[in-house]
């Protein structure tokens, strides 16, 4: 099985600090994600990425960066962290139709 | 805009009792269509997909979904719930004009009285 791996669970940041938040897939997917989830909102994109190097924004991208270096990695970037980036964020996967999720990390910007 | 509308934020059915959870979507072609459950603390899990064929799809735990065309809908059925179904339940569609991403409603809470 195809595994998406998120390098934190929990997280607590400062405002203003700059934050990583990594993801790692174990197969040879094109395409990564990063959406985050809020109660009531459900799961909103913020980035996605089609190749190495290559990224588009999704529906929600302000106050995020992302970066993909290499094909099996993507990393969403925290420029300056604000407390409404408090939320759980989840990547993702995906070649052709099926798409992998990672178990997220819980970011708490105080 | 492409959206997906689940337009039950949360429902409660008595255990042993039938369910549905209703999705439609803004678009007027076939797309590729997903639910997805997440209990409490827990990671998202597919329980079934429809890409094309025959509109009544199964899924895993018992679940069902029949997509309808005319109506843009997907929606997710069980005829018989139990008290291990009370989650968060995630309706998404991906493919088509929404391309590479995979767009989520809202989703739906379901709880179950025993």
């Known amino acids: 099985d195809v595994k998406v791996t998120q390098s934190s669970r929990y997280l607590v940041k400062r405002t203003g600090e700059k934050v990583f938040l990594e993801c790692v897939q174990d197969?040879?997917?094109?395409?990564m994600f990063w959406y985050r989830q809020d109660p009531g909102l459900g799961l909103r994109l913020i980035y996605f990425?089609?190749?190495?190097?290559?990224?588009e924004k999704g529906d929600i991208p302000e106050g995020y960066s992302v970066s993909r270096e290499k094909k099996e990695r993507f990393s969403l970037i925290l420029e300056s962290a604000s407390t409404n980036q408090t939320s759980m964020y989840l990547c993702a996967s995906r070649k052709g139709v099926g798409y992998t999720f990672g178990s997220g990390t819980r970011l708490t910007v105080v | 805009a492409q959206s997906v509308t689940q337009p039950d934020i949360h429902i409660t059915v008595s255990e042993g009792a039938s369910l549905e959870l209703r999705c439609n979507y803004s678009y007027g072609a076939t797309p590729y269509l997903f639910w997805y459950v997440q209990s409490p603390g827990q990671g998202l899990q597919l329980l079934l997909k429809y890409f094309s064929g025959d509109t009544l799809v199964q899924g895993i735990k018992g679940f069902e979904a029949e997509f309808k065309r005319s109506q843009s809908s997907f929606n997710l059925r069980k005829p018989s719930v139990h008290w291990s179904d009370a989650a968060e339940y995630f309706c998404a569609v991906g493919g088509g004009e929404y391309g590479n991403k995979l767009v989520f409603g809202a989703g739906t809470i379901l709880r179950v009285k025993s």
């Open positions: 197969m040879d997917h094109e395409n």
């Open positions: 990425s089609y190749d190495v190097k290559m990224k």
